[in-house]
């Protein structure tokens, strides 16, 4: 699970007091790191904790990374119970028909392998299982407008706006791209989102953008793609580029920026580069695309997926992304980047754009990549420094953004 605060792949949970009798007794395995399991999802009685599941998830909004909680236990005795029977005892707040379903879209498995709601469990069966969030309010339709680049059966590839959060949380119910999509499929084409993660409004999420960073995003339109695409991006087999204006002139043109994130030590939304235990690896590659007089065009590749990765890494290197006053960027005017220029704000949010996603189709199996152009203040901006300040363009090896097809205006 790649939650906020503890963005590792997924949540393996710990071993707990278990109140449970002898004869129905299992104990969980040890997580992958081998750390203590921060996320406390198990209560004192081995069962997934609703409270504790949905306040994971709450702690993923606008996080840049994908994300799915997961379970695995260890049986310690031979229980002889159906596979579907037994999860009804570990997550109580799930009905057996939903458990089922989560079983028949491959969302469980039984020693790695995929199950039956009737695979019967024995001593020493590893039960591992992605859940969606626990079950929640439902989503209004809303006419909030929609780039659409792709739709088909089993998903939509969307240009996501900025100041758009992807889904409803902590208590918001509207002005998201969920109430969008929603009124999409209602009004405008057929089908709807998945039913993964439907209960706690997060529908068809399988992976998220921050609220202010733009670009292409899929979102699932069946269940069985949902967990195909899920299984993807959290094996780190999906292919993304995301183009960045920068403050400074980067040099070399091209590196590894491989430091490790976490939370914050002193504020609360904020992420940090930190060497201790709370920290989790990760790695951005950048490559210079263009070079203007006190500013940066950049490539970036993700080799993983941590919350808010990309800004925190171009911080670091004392290059913050324009717009990003969270991490020392800073708005502009359109005269900061040429004097004669008029006071109008050229850029209010972190010039970040996902420029391109690659994955493999989740029901046709056949390689697809999707590409987004720069919205239009990314694009203004990129213009104006092109005009006034361009130094010099580079093909550093490695780069794969044509910047004909995300600047439709270029020259």
Known sequence: MKAKGDPS??????????????????????????????????????????????????????????????????????????LDRYLVDRVPFLSR???????????VTVNGRRAKASTRLRQGDVVEATLPPPPSNSIPPEDIPIDVIH????????????????????????????????????????????????????P??????????????????????????????????????????VHGEMSPFAD????????HPTSREKYAVRYDDLAKEALTIYRVRELYDGYTLVELELRTGRTHQIRVHLSYLGHPIVGDDMYGGRHLQERDVEESLGSKPLIIRQALHATTLGFTHPIEERPVSFTAPLRPDMMRLVELLRTHRLKKRLEAPGTTVDLNQVLPHDQ
């Not at 590894?256 to 939370?263: C, D, N, S, T, Y």
């Open 151 to 202: 739709e088909d059966d089993s998903l939509i590839v969307i240009n996501k706006q900025p100041d758009i959060i992807v889904h409803p949380a902590r208590g918001n119910r509207s002005g998201t791209l969920i109430n969008a999509l929603s009124w999409h499929f209602q009004n405008k084409t057929s089908g709807g989102l998945s039913t993964v993660g439907e209960d706690n409004c997060r």
């Open 97 to 107: 028909t939903s458990l089922q379903k989560l079983i028949g879209e491959d969302g």
């Open 204 to 245: 068809g999420v399988v992976h998220r953008l921050d609220r202010f960073t733009s670009g292409v995003m899929v979102a699932a339109k069946s269940d069985t793609a949902h967990w195909r695409l899920g299984r993807q991006f959290e094996k780190r087999q999906t292919q993304k580029r995301y183009l960045a204006v």
């Open 256 to 263: 590894r920026i491989e430091q490790p994130l976490g939370k």
């Open 9 to 82: 792949p997924f949540v393996s949970v710990m071993p707990s007091q278990d109140h449970t009798p002898d004869h129905d007794r299992e104990e969980t395995s040890v997580p992958h790191d081998g750390a203590e399991d921060p996320s406390g999802l198990l209560n004192g009685g081995g069962k997934v904790d609703r409270e504790s599941l949905d306040a994971l998830y709450n702690s993923c909004d606008e996080a840049d990374a994908e994300s799915q909680a997961r379970v695995r236990f260890v049986l310690a005795k031979d229980l002889q119970k159906r």
